[in-house]
Each structure stands twice: as structure tokens, then as C-alpha cells.
């Protein structure tokens, strides 16, 4: 299901290591009281802008997350830290993220998220935005140019 998910996006699914996730580092999780539900673009951004502060370099990831209990991909936002990736709007909401595989479309320090939020109405970028308005950030191995044809989506369902 999950090729299917990327090819209708444009993506290839050749080469991409979905991952697990970490446990978040104490510093992420004494910063859990300020993540809300459903808003991991605006959780990250607030993490990784914490985080810089306390000169602790991390990324802003965004991509996709699934699990085998939800059965369908959905977007979502993450972090990394000296490339290990932690997921702290799921774990905050104890929510399992260790259950979860993630497929980073990007993975931007902050200046960059910065730049693309000024582009975005102020918003954290999420992978459409990523995909329709700043393609150049996107992991490179992703970029597919077989678009499938709604024939070809419906013959794969």
C-alpha cells in the first residue's frame, strides 16, 4: 500500500528505508508539555526552535508515518537529532511512534523551515508543501517523474 501511497504522490519507492523512530532525549521531553494533538508540524517547529536555544542542533523532519494498527500512511513531522529520529507529538501523546515507520520526503534545520513557513502563510512546511512549492528540498531518491494516471490507481486498487 505504501508504494502505491508514494506513486500517486509522484515518488519513487525504490530505495527508501522507511525507519523507526527513537526515544526522544531529555531535553525533548521536558518540552512535552507544549505539544498538542494533531499539530506535529507546529510541535516540531516549537522543538526544534527549543532546541536551537539550548545549542542543541536538530532538524525538522516531514514525510509520512504508518502503522500495521492504522493501516494507511498519513503526513506528519518529526525530528532528527544527529541523524537519529524521534517522534515527539506521538510520544508525548503516548501514542506509540516505535509501532510507526517513517519516510522522510525532508529533512530541514531551521533557517530553512523558517524560509518555507514565510512562504506558507507562516505555517511549518508538510510534504505537499514540500512537494508542489519547494521540490529542491526533497530527498532526491524520491523524486519519480511516473506519475500514475487515475487509470492506473484504479487498477491498483
Known amino acids: ?3 502505491l501511497f ?8 525504490e530505495g527508501i528505508e522507511p525507519r523507526r523512530v527513537n526515544e526522544c532525549i ?5 518540552m512535552f508539555g507544549r505539544v498538542e494533538p494533531k499539530a506535529c508540524y507546529i510541535n516540531t517547529f516549537n522543538i526544534v526552535a527549543g532546541l536551537y536555544h ?8 516531514t514525510g509520512i508515518t504508518y502503522s500495521d494498527d492504522l493501516g494507511f500512511p498519513f503526513e506528519h513531522a518529526w525530528l532528527s537529532i544527529n541523524g537519529e529520529w524521534s517522534d515527539p507529538t506521538l510520544e508525548a501523546l ?3 511512534p516505535e509501532q510507526h515507520t517513517y519516510i ?3 529533512e530541514l534545520d531551521l533557517d530553512t523551515v523558517l524560509e518555507c513557513a514565510s ?3 507562516d505555517r511549518p512546511p508538510c ?10 528540498l526533497m530527498n532526491s531518491e524520491m523524486i519519480d517523474n511516473r506519475r500514475l494516471t487515475l487509470k492506473d490507481r484504479v487498477a491498483a486498487c
Open 6 to 13: 508514494l506513486r500517486s504522490w509522484g515518488l519513487n519507492s
Open 26 to 30: 531529555t531535553p525533548v521531553r521536558q
Open 94 to 96: 503516548n501514542l506509540n
Open 1 to 3: 500500500m505504501i508504494e
Open 54 to 61: 539550548k545549542e542543541i542542533e536538530a532538524k525538522y523532519v
Open 119 to 121: 512562504e506558507n502563510h
Open 104 to 106: 522522510a520526503f525532508a
Open 127 to 136: 510534504p505537499e508543501f514540500i512537494r508542489n512549492r519547494r521540490p529542491d
